[in-house]
């Protein structure tokens, strides 16, 4: 069926030109584009030592507040789906990306799509030195491996990927790479070539493979020339070395399917929930099983394939579901609570899961992307994270019955994964707002609604996320990477924190006396090989959650919680210690900005091509073709030139 890309905002263009970029940004990006042009610089200094080389010209950047405003863009014109953090555009040389809430995933993709640029530029240099054809590129494992490895860190989500597809046997090495042409494991597999060839050979071969560049066209033989091992020769030392690197850890780790009840397996099932309304027992979650992202349940009684219960992609009010980034809630009554993209901006959908039918709507003027809503315990209330038109992301409370939003946070960290406690006086949730943030770390924090205090509840640096409070509030349960794979986690309190604030009469949850860190007890529940995903509490006992097993992402189930923790043998504190204060993002300094000035249209070619045919009856034909847009492709013009005259009298009487 046909489909169109949607212009929904008007935006209001301005331009910030520095010494090598010139970043195009919106009124309200004012912030995220001084601080992600120096990200910007800060990545050119980095890339001009490691590729030996300078960009001629300066760099267009375009900055994007939101993935809805970036599906917006037309600098290409395909459509752009969910998950996509940004791109690089060959024609022009543009580089566009969305700010997502995380400043430091935002330096990472900026740091990320650079090498891009730096690469193409390079190329074309060494194939224009020795009179060759411009235009050629190395294969995409190559690309986005070398911008992962130069961009960021091997961490525990790349571990989970590359894992996964060693032990289920679907690696395919470089010698069938197309075989995952465009997927996170493409990319993952090519970062871990690009840093074998580094450790093995040396990191500059990696640099002599674009400088031989010119040498074949086949970068199997490329590879050949340049560390003496061709494609099939490469993987038989590379895919050893992963599988000794990764068989082993089946001594200490499980796989998720082994140890863990199955709910629920297909390609992609995520996000689930727990309810326990009207005497009934039923998860619901996130999929795509007919190929539309939409909501299922699963009646935990009667075990049948899971009922849809609301479509998604199919309309107005349910455009988008983001599979990735929202996530569902159930309240205590049966009212079901989900983000769908509707419009211009998301937009909070109540369903009564008695009558399966959606009873409440809330699109707020302020907001553009909303985060995984939560139910406060007697249904009054609900928080989620969400940003705003400057991307801003933070914590906010709507009260159902006033319908007031309140604003909880308002800063440029991370704020997601927000849970109410029992009694409401509470919420934990995930941030990058503490001590590691700047390196990608996220913990978890306490927030007390009456006085706005926060505190640490997790510190260190690593990565704990979907924080979920028992029905006592004596339990959390989340996940983390801090002993490697992310898996599940519970923290005892020992108390409730409803009892503990009664007792004490204290105020402010920065009393320690409140959350006390010597008593604190964390303890890894699970140990699984991959990863688990979004635990929520399904009783007394039990655990609903998300794996990643087999390149695919199901719903599992865990029981025997308690025991599971009191038997554990990975056990963790909090050392307050290492707190220090909270991690501020520099922005591009005044000496570096030459000028910010509104955006004015600058065309430039996108095609120009001649034709020439000759005919046997109408004898020779000539003409050309020529297409022109600006620099943020919102104005395209296209020119056709044809001329079947036969000689130049009769050419210019055409004209007169």
């Known amino acids: 069926f046909g489909r169109n890309k949607v212009q929904y905002t008007d935006f209001e263009w301005h331009i910030l030109q520095t010494e090598h970029f010139k970043t195009y940004y919106d009124q309200d990006a004012k912030e995220i584009a001084e601080i992600g042009t120096n990200y910007a610089e800060e990545s050119y200094k980095e890339h001009q030592q490691k590729f030996k080389h300078s960009l001629i010209d300066t760099v267009p950047l375009i900055f994007y ?7 917006q863009t037309n600098t290409t014109p395909g459509f752009i789906p969910d998950g996509v953090g940004g791109f ?25 799509e650079l090498v891009h640029v730096f690469m193409m530029s390079k190329i074309n240099n060494v194939l224009k030195t020795h009179r060759k054809t411009l235009g ?47 997927t996170p ?25 674009m400088d031989n560049f010119w040498m074949d066209e086949n970068f199997s033989n490329l590879m050949k020339i340049t560390i003496g091992l061709d494609y099939a020769q490469f993987d038989k030392e590379f895919l050893y070395g992963l599988e000794k690197k990764y068989y082993p850890e089946y001594k200490d780790h499980d796989n998720p399917s082994q140890v863990s009840q199955n709910l629920y397996s297909a390609p992609f099932a995520h996000k689930p929930t727990y309810s326990n309304a009207n005497g009934k027992r039923e998860i619901y979650f ?46 205590s009554s049966g009212k079901l609570a989900f983000i769908t993209q509707k419009g211009n901006a998301d937009a909070l959908h109540i369903l009564n899961t008695s009558t399966n039918e959606v009873i ?30 400057g991307g801003i992301k933070d914590l906010y409370i709507l009260d159902i019955a006033t319908n007031d939003l309140k604003r909880l946070t308002n800063d440029y960290y991370d704020d997601r994964d927000p849970d109410f406690s029992p009694d409401g006086k509470y919420i934990v949730f995930s941030s990058d707002r503490t001590t590691f943030g700047n390196k990608k770390a996220y913990h978890l924090l306490l927030y007390e609604i009456q006085t706005g205090d926060i505190k640490y509840i997790t510190l260190g640096e690593h990565i704990d996320h979907s924080p979920n409070f028992s029905e006592d509030g004596r339990k959390i349960i989340f996940t983390s990477d801090v002993n490697g794979p992310q898996n599940i986690w519970m923290i005892d309190l020992k108390k409730s924190i409803t009892s503990e604030m009664s007792e004490s009469g204290a105020n402010s949850i920065e009393d320690n006396s409140i959350l006390n860190y010597d008593e604190l007890v964390m303890r890894q529940i699970t140990n699984f090989i991959t990863a688990a995903y979004d635990p929520k509490w399904s009783g007394k006992d039990r655990v609903v959650f998300s794996t990643f097993e087999k390149g695919a992402i199901n719903i599992k ?29 520099a922005k591009i300094i005044s000496h570096t900005m030459k000028n910010t000035v509104p955006y004015k249209k600058d ?18 034909n000539t003409g050309g073709i020529i297409s022109l847009s600006d620099l943020l492709g919102n104005e395209k013009y296209y020119f056709l030139v044809f001329n079947n005259s036969n000689g130049d009298e009769e050419f210019w009487k055409r004209f007169r």
């Open 603 to 620: 065309f430039s070619f996108d095609i120009a091509t001649t034709a020439l045919t000759v005919d046997p009856v109408f004898g020779a």
């Open 65 to 71: 507040t939101s993935p809805l405003h970036f599906k």
């Open 360 to 389: 409440s709507d809330y699109s707020f003027p302020d907001i553009v992307s909303i985060g995984s809503p939560s139910w406060s315990r007697d249904g009054s209330k609900i928080v989620f994270p969400a940003s705003d038109f």
């Open 88 to 112: 690089f555009e060959f024609i022009k040389g543009r580089v566009v990306i969305p700010f997502e809430g995380s400043l430091a995933q935002f330096r990472h993709v900026i740091k990320h």
């Open 136 to 182: 050629g590129a190395p294969p995409l494992w190559f690309t986005e491996g070398l911008a992962e490895y130069w961009s960021t860190k091997w961490d525990t989500q790349a571990d989970m990927v590359l894992k996964d597809a060693v032990l289920t046997g679907y690696l395919p090495g470089l010698d069938n790479w197309e075989r995952i042409y465009g």
């Open 286 to 331: 996130i999929g795509n099983r007919t190929g539309f992202t939409s909501i299922y349940k699963i009646d935990l009684r009667k075990r049948e394939d899971p009922e849809l219960v609301i479509g998604g992609e199919s309309s107005d009010e349910y455009e988008q579901f983001h599979f990735f980034r929202t996530g569902i809630d159930v309240s």
């Open 557 to 585: 189930m865990l029981s025997q919680i308690q025991e599971r923790f009191d038997s554990s043998k990975f056990i963790r504190k909090t050392d307050i210690k290492l707190k220090t204060e909270n991690w501020s993002a």
């Open 185 to 209: 494991l493409m990319y993952k597999m090519g970062q871990k070539a690009v840093e074998f060839i580094a450790e093995n050979f040396g990191e500059d071969k990696v640099l002599q493979l």
